[in-house]
């Protein structure tokens, strides 16, 4: 996995199976903050998916509630291939699921 956003470049990673990563940061003066990640898999397959966005993670009029700790499962919870991201909430109970980036089913 690759991450970066205009102002940070969180390299290129290597995350086992079941296992988490995080990372920390503070959403700019601007309300722009964009994190985009590609994910890559054995075998060639790979995805692209915006992991924060203002307007979806920190937004009070946005199309999920606000996360203070964004947590994201992939492919693990969704049983549906086409919103394979979901992000859990605090408690773990509620799941908002997305699809990848730069699939045509995912764009709106």
Not at 1 to 18: A, K, R, V
Not at 25 to 31: E, G, L, M, T
Not at 72 to 94: F, I
């Amino acid at each position: 996995m690759y991450c970066n956003s205009t102002n940070d470049d969180l390299g290129l990673l290597h995350i086992p199976w079941d296992k988490d990563w995080s990372f920390r940061f503070r959403v700019n003066i601007w309300k722009s903050t964009k994190f985009r990640c590609h994910f890559t898999w054995c075998g060639g397959r790979s995805h692209y998916f915006n992991i924060f966005t203002v307007a979806r993670d920190d937004s009070p009029l946005g199309e999920t509630p606000d996360c203070r700790e964004c947590i994201w499962e992939v492919g693990k919870v969704s049983t549906d291939e086409k919103t394979p991201m979901c992000r859990v909430d605090g408690d773990g109970v509620k799941r908002y699921c997305f699809g990848w980036d730069d699939d045509e089913s995912s764009e709106q």
